[in-house]
């Protein structure tokens, strides 16, 4: 091995063992380990957003002398009490109601189904319970915290997801922008370009043991979106270049050669290089690691873990793969990095185009002609890697068999979402796409479209249907124009809506994901409980009223 391919080893060996953050409490060491591994708390993210109650080195020290104490063997009840005696609950946020928050938004008056404006009223006084803002001694004393304070007021996704969340906020961002709520939406904004530019992206959410991964990345949809709601042109003077600077951390770190008929494309993929447990799941991933030979394999599988939490699917059928390329239910062949994913690329595609047009409005041609460029490869490269002409439907690629996974997921129709296509095949791309949905029976599916149609026990697979995949469904295949797209479109944003109504109906409650096969019934499976609140079902409600469900959507269609 010569030295340069030495230090390229070295390099990524070094990667692959990075902790999730520097803290010595939350995200790497004895301390956390024993804790962690102790389960004082049933969900494993309740101690790491815990505050300290003294400084690290203190506890650290505290930690020691306890350990000593229990002869490096404490009881679950003594891990409690340490707990107890050197954490408290955070109490980070203060409830807060945003100034532009009003319960009587112009979109209600232009619904004329009585039974989902009465709905939609009610979703409406959800925002402000959602509502936080960081206290002002978080700011004062960030070292005892874990969170990633901001300095404007949000809205949060709902139950244990109490901080923001990188891709939830693009759905919550569309709800608020059609209930008129601008300027929360611009202060959502500024707290994510505050954070990009400290950090250099966007976390998957604010906390400190999430700063080894992003999330879909979104962020320049959302600008968009607040621009051609607002045309607020000197917000978007100030923060291009943040925007900007998010969009390259994508191309400088989860960018990939795709060999495929001796070419060589260049797509994206997740890839988190921290190779140890998520610090909010720690048993979990230790758990699930345990069963490998050695830890060699077990730091590759964090850092798929860590992955799959990056894609936003966490966790999935559709990045366990076996050493044939078929998926099953053990999460230990967990191989997020080998997929090239059908949706992330379709949301980078999308972003670079919508950054050459923000470019465009402030006239710098020059960048806009980059970020054009830029789409136009992705946009190709998408259409030969990930095209199967045979199906008419995207898929992902595996990238070690250099093949497609032909297995159903909603983020399938992730390109036609994101218009990542020539425009003069809307029509024909929509008539395919409609008729792999026919082939798949997904039309016997009442409660939503299912994320798979694989029974694994992971929530991102049957029967769950989450928000936002509804969303890439339905707007995706009406954005094509064709009139079997457009009317499965309609059909299954009825669909949605009426089971959101009849869960609330049911249990007060919006939740994050629902059961495909039993309209209203919440969804299940994964590594925590199902939450209510919820962001981003509340956004997609909203979105889908507008458009298929009010006096101006009917001139629209």
């Known amino acids: 091995m010569g030295p340069l391919l030495f230090l390229v080893f070295v390099a990524h060996a070094l990667a692959q063992t990075q902790p999730s953050c520097d803290s010595k409490i939350y995200c790497q060491g004895d301390l956390l380990h024993t804790i962690q591994m102790a389960k004082p708390f049933e969900d494993s993210k309740t101690f790491v957003d815990m505050k300290l109650k003294h400084d690290e080195k203190t506890t650290l020290d505290n930690f020691d002398v306890f350990i000593t104490n229990t002869n490096n063997n404490p009881t679950k009840e003594e891990v409690q009490q340490f707990v107890s005696d050197n954490f408290e609950e955070g109490n980070e946020f203060e409830d807060w109601v945003p100034s532009d928050y009003t319960p009587n938004p112009q979109i209600l008056s232009k619904i004329a189904d009585t039974e989902i404006r009465n709905f939609a009223s009610k979703l409406v006084a959800i925002w402000p319970k959602l509502a936080r803002k960081v206290k002002q ?13 901001v300095e404007h007021g949000f809205i949060v996704p709902g139950g244990r997801f109490k901080e923001f969340y990188y891709w939830d906020s693009y759905w919550i961002i569309k709800g608020l922008l059609v209930c008129e709520m601008y300027d929360t939406v611009k202060g959502m904004l500024d707290n994510f370009l505050s954070i990009v530019e400290k950090y250099g992206f966007l976390p998957n959410g604010a906390r400190i043991y999430y700063l080894n991964r992003s999330q879909p990345p979104l962020l320049t949809l959302m600008a968009a979106t607040y621009i051609q709601a607002t045309n607020d042109t000197t917000w978007l003077l100030n923060n291009i270049k943040t925007l900007d600077k998010e969009l390259r951390f994508w191309l400088d770190n989860k960018v990939v050669t795709v060999p495929k008929n001796g070419i060589n494309y260049t797509l994206a993929h997740y890839d988190s290089e921290s190779g140890s447990p998520r610090p909010e799941s720690y048993y979990e991933d230790v758990d699930t690691a345990r069963r490998l030979p050695n830890e060699e394999d077990r730091i590759q599988l964090y850092a798929d873990l860590k992955s799959g939490a ?23 062949s967990l191989q997020t990095r080998r997929i090239i994913p059908v949706d992330l690329n379709a949301f980078l595609c999308q972003a670079f185009r919508k950054l050459g047009e923000l470019y465009v409005i402030i006239h710098d041609f020059e960048n806009a002609v980059y970020w054009f460029e830029m789409a136009s490869i992705w946009q190709k490269n998408i259409q030969d ?12 690629w595996d990238n070690v068999l250099g093949q497609h996974r032909k297995i159903f997921f909603a983020s ?16 024909v791309l929509g008539q395919r796409a409609a008729d792999y949905f026919d082939s798949q029976e997904l039309m016997n599916y009442q ?17 769950n249907a989450w928000p936002p995949l509804q969303s890439i469904v339905v707007m ?54 199902v939450q209510s609140g919820f962001g981003w079902t509340n956004g997609v409600v909203f979105e889908f009223i507008e458009r298929f469900f009010t006096t101006t959507s009917k001139k629209m269609a």
Not at 385 to 396: A, C, Q, T
Not at 412 to 427: D, V
């Open 310 to 332: 990056e894609s936003g699917w966490d966790f999935s059928s559709r990045w366990i793969v076996d050493e044939n390329g078929t998926a099953n239910a053990n999460l230990t």
């Open 385 to 396: 890697v990930l095209y199967n002409e045979e199906d008419g439907i995207w898929y992902d």
């Open 412 to 427: 399938n129709f992730a390109p036609l979402w994101s218009e990542t296509y020539e425009l003069q095949n809307a029509e």
């Open 476 to 529: 995706g295949l009406d954005k094509t124009g064709n009139c079997k797209a457009k009317s499965i479109a309609k059909e299954f944003a009825h669909r949605w809506i009426v089971a959101n109504m009849i869960g609330y109906n049911q249990t007060n409650e919006m939740f994050e994901k629902y059961d495909a096969e039993n309209p209203g019934q919440y969804g299940g499976g994964g590594e925590y409980k």
């Open 137 to 149: 001694e978080v700011f004062d004393t960030p070292e005892l915290y874990t969170l990633l304070p």
């Open 447 to 463: 409660g939503g479209i299912p994320t798979s149609v694989r029974h694994t026990g992971e929530q991102w697979d049957y029967p």
